[in-house]
């Protein structure tokens, strides 16, 4: 049996229904308790619900090296290329781009043993055909037995899903903003101004709109190492040996471990900055607990020694960051700014 319509808006409805069933599952992980929103809720941004400098996996004690990226907006996130005008890597999901495609990207989790722990494909067909709405993707995809196939169609209803308003909203503050239905306060229009001036945030958080969005996404996806410090708190470092994914001094390579070039070590891919106030902690290590810190960090890292030294240091940004001489005051209208980028601005009656 195959879908019951042709009418592709239909189809792609009922897709976007079947992958939020996949994506709040918690009986698809091994062992059963853990799903895609526990890293990536819809009440924190679509990143981690207990806001943890990084997610614990389905099996307890084991963790990830990472702090869990938001997946809002990951679906204008460009394939990772090379962009031999700018000289530098491009896309690619995840913080080190290794994942090239929305779908791809959707399948790793089930798979990875410090995260939902499945030891491969069938065992996650095996436990998604005891579900109710297992006849949902055979009516959308058809009735077949090849577990490759439906694992690919079980990745393909988790991108429509991501690739949702509700994933994907521009509902903004700053959406009304640009839309004319909103005024910018003193201390937002401040922020603005330093955002795209005195504090170089525009020069990654980029302001223009982007082409497949036709929005502005506050990324152009490039990769930078931002001088961040190593996570005495990350529980990564305790794993068992087996499960350990960094240097043997602890160091994530990031990019570089993806491309194979030393000279990409220890960057990260710059993330959006949309619904940034609900996303914390901060980081590719979740160092920064709160706005204020990492904005703080940005702004006086070169000069200043409240801060730990740099986890990878060799390729550290030292022209965009670290010097900014911004006032206390201009920090606290960037942090006001980047407040205005939460998803769920309703205009005031």
């Given at each position: ?38 890293c ?8 981690d ?9 389905a099996?307890?004690?084991?963790y ?26 491009v896309?690619g ?19 990875n043993?410090v ?10 067909v095996d ?13 959308l ?5 090849n ?19 509700q ?15 909103y ?12 955002f ?12 223009e ?34 499960y350990f ?11 570089g ?76 209208a ?13 205009q005031?009656?």
């Amino acid at each position: 049996m195959v879908s019951c319509t042709n009418d592709p808006a239909y189809n792609r409805k009922q897709k976007e229904f079947l992958g939020e069933q996949l994506f709040h599952d918690t009986s698809l992980s091994e062992p059963p308790g853990q799903s895609c929103a526990t890293c990536h809720a819809l009440e924190k941004g679509f990143a981690d619900i207990e806001s943890r400098s990084v997610s614990e996996g389905a099996v307890k004690g084991l963790y990830s090296q990472r702090n869990a990226m938001t997946v809002s907006y990951s679906m204008f996130v460009p394939n990772l290329y090379y962009d031999e005008q700018e000289e530098t890597y491009v896309g690619g999901l995840f913080w080190d781009g290794r994942s090239p495609s929305l779908q791809d990207q959707a399948g790793e989790p089930f798979l990875n043993p410090v995260e939902m722990g499945n030891l491969d494909r069938r065992m996650v067909v095996d436990k998604v055909k005891r579900t109710p709405y297992y006849s949902q993707i055979v009516q959308l995809y058809g009735d077949t037995e090849n577990v490759d196939s439906i694992y690919t169609y079980i990745t393909d209803a988790l991108a429509v899903y991501q690739s949702s308003k509700q994933v994907c909203p521009f509902s903004s503050k700053f959406d009304a903003y640009k839309k004319g239905n909103y005024t910018l306060t003193p201390q937002e229009k401040l922020g603005l101004d330093v955002f795209q001036n005195k504090g170089l945030c525009a020069e990654c958080h980029i302001l223009e709109r982007d082409v497949k969005a036709r929005r502005t996404l506050f990324t152009d996806h490039t990769y930078d190492n931002l001088g961040i410090p190593k996570n005495p708190r990350n529980p990564h470092y305790c794993v068992p040996a087996e499960y350990f994914l960094l240097t043997s001094d602890s160091i994530d390579l990031g990019l570089g471990t993806i491309v194979g070039k030393e000279e990409e070590n220890g960057k990260f891919r710059v993330p959006t900055l949309r619904n940034v106030e609900l996303t914390a902690p901060y980081g590719h290590n979740g160092y920064f607990q709160t706005l204020e810190e990492i904005v703080h960090f940005y702004n006086v890292r070169d000069v200043s020694d409240e801060f730990p030294p740099a986890e990878y240091q060799v390729t550290v940004n030292k022209d965009e960051l670290g010097d900014l001489k911004l006032t206390a005051e201009e920090e606290a209208a960037l942090v006001a700014f980047m407040k205005m980028l939460t998803d769920g601005f309703t205009q005031p009656k």
